[in-house]
């Protein structure tokens, strides 16, 4: 059984620094490793999406890697900003469409 | 990008009483939902894979009576939260992807209070 671990759990920073948020999993059996971001009390907004054959993705500011040897994959958020407050979650795709999610990682950025 | 939408994005109901919670994809038909739930803090645990025009796949551990999934057309899932108890208050989550391997997208949410 697939689990997705994130660490760290909370992360708080000053505006303008890099953030780093780490995503592991047991099963590299995996689709793709998808990136979301929750605001408090939403739903979930797409952010990445790495297939497995891919070894990185990039949107904007944010650059995320894959691993799959070593079960791994980190999203970098580059020049953070308030706005990027958030609770962001990382998401293996397994056969059938399924997802499974890590815990997530609390980012407060403060101006 | 594609776009599933969610309703209600809050309810607050009785002991003992019936919710229906609707997802719908918007742009694109799809043939599998899925419903998830989040409690406060938590991440999302994935309740039941529903499938257009069959019975749901629950997860170990969901009670399928509990939580009735109907998938009638290709952009329509509701979710049914029977005889609603207070342990069952939580955040009810759908989703969709327009095919294998493709983003999910998510929809809003709802909040579920059951008093």
């Known amino acids: 059984k697939q689990e997705v671990t994130q660490i760290p759990a909370a992360l708080s920073v000053p505006e303008g620094e890099n953030l780093v948020l780490n995503c592991s999993f047991t099963?590299?059996?995996?689709?793709?490793l998808q990136w979301f971001r929750q605001d408090p009390g939403k739903g979930l907004t797409s952010l990445l999406l790495?297939?497995?054959?891919?070894r990185e993705q990039t949107s904007g500011r944010l650059n995320a890697s894959l691993d799959k040897s070593s079960g791994r994959s980190t999203l970098y958020i580059a020049a953070s900003q308030p706005g990027d407050s958030a609770t962001y979650l990382c998401?293996?795709?397994?056969?059938?469409?399924?997802?499974?999610f890590g815990g997530g990682t609390r980012v407060l950025v403060k101006p | 990008g594609a776009v599933v939408s969610q309703h209600p994005s809050w309810v607050i109901c009785k002991s003992g009483t019936s919710v229906k919670i609707e997802c719908r994809s918007l742009d694109f038909q799809a043939t599998t939902m899925f419903w998830y739930r989040q409690f406060p803090k938590q991440s999302l645990m994935l309740m039941a894979t529903s499938n257009e025009g069959s019975k749901a796949t629950y997860e170990q551990g969901v009670e399928k009576d509990k939580f009735l999934i109907n998938h009638a057309s290709l952009t329509l899932s509701t979710l049914t939260v029977t005889s609603a108890h207070p342990e069952d208050s939580s955040f009810y989550i759908c989703?969709?992807?327009?095919?294998?391997?493709?983003?999910?997208?998510f929809g809003q949410g709802t909040r579920l209070t059951v008093v």
């Open positions: 099963d590299s059996a995996i689709y793709n």
């Open positions: 998401a293996s795709e397994a056969a059938g469409n399924k997802l499974t």
């Open positions: 790495i297939q497995s054959s891919q």
């Open positions: 989703s969709a992807s327009v095919r294998q391997g493709n983003v999910a997208f």
